[in-house]
């Protein structure tokens, strides 16, 4: 059980290149979901999804998209890269029910992407 | 919308000492959770421990522990017998139990430092 996965670790971009961040989950989780964490303003969400074919932008959205065509795939797409999108990126997975308690509502983090727009 | 905040940026414990850190959140709700992440040097988001709101007693984790005051909105993290390995940037974080596609809230984070 890989839990959750990020590739690259590290990646330097220049601006106006695309790149796509990629997420995948072994436990077979609902929910997925994209931050980003800049220093002293902890983790903000991009984008989420409750489910394959179903994803919903977050609070900071611009400049990225998301699709999840599996329930274990969830990536994350840079259109064109701007250096205010330096930041480390995390993907998380939950899984879900409706009044659930426990392990359900914890959220597990993959180890982080550290991006770089130059 | 929730908030959560943390207004502690940094602090220091001694080894071994006691150590606590501050969450505050605001919400109108009523059930909800809460949690501590713990992140260390290495990047990775470590859950450290997590209450319910509807449960008055409050959750241990071995050397960790809460203190939550649901009336007061607070949620503080108290660590015993502070070791190395407890240095780290620690974040609460806020989840409504309504709805089924809401999101996490984290608060900007204290960095903790043990020293020897």
């Known amino acids: 059980n890989a839990g959750v996965t990020q590739t690259p670790k590290f990646q330097v971009l220049k601006t106006g290149q695309s790149m796509t961040l990629q997420c995948a989950q072994d436990?077979?989780?609902?929910?997925m979901s994209w931050y980003r964490q800049d220093p002293g303003m902890g983790l903000r969400l991009i984008h989420y999804?409750?489910?394959?074919?179903?994803?919903d932008q977050g609070e900071v959205p611009n400049g990225y998209n998301v699709s999840r065509s599996t329930t274990e795939d969830f990536p994350l797409r840079l259109l064109s890269a701007a250096p205010s999108q330096t930041s480390v990126y995390f993907c998380?997975?939950?899984?879900?029910?409706?009044?659930?308690?426990?392990?359900?509502?914890?959220?597990?983090f993959g180890p982080g992407t550290r991006l770089t727009v130059l | 919308a929730q908030t959560v905040t943390q207004s502690q940026p940094e602090m220091s414990v001694q080894e071994a000492e006691t150590v606590t850190l501050s969450c505050t959140y605001d919400?109108?709700?009523?059930?909800?959770?809460l949690f501590w992440y713990k992140q260390p040097p290495s990047r990775q988001m470590i859950l450290v421990i997590r209450q319910e709101a509807y449960k008055q007693q409050n959750a241990t984790e071995n050397r960790f522990s809460v203190n939550f005051q649901k009336a007061a909105k607070s949620f503080s993290l108290k660590i015993s017998d502070s070791q190395l390995g407890d240095a780290a940037m620690y974040f609460c974080?806020?989840?409504?139990?309504?709805?089924?596609?809401?999101?996490?809230?984290f608060g900007p984070g204290t960095r903790l430092s043990v020293l020897p």
């Open positions: 999804s409750v489910g394959a074919g179903i994803t």
């Open positions: 436990m077979n989780h609902e929910y």
């Open positions: 974080a806020y989840r409504t139990a309504l709805n089924y596609g809401q999101n996490f809230v």
């Open positions: 998380a997975s939950t899984k879900y029910s409706l009044g659930g308690t426990g392990e359900q509502d914890t959220q597990y």
């Open positions: 919400t109108s709700e009523s059930d909800y959770y």
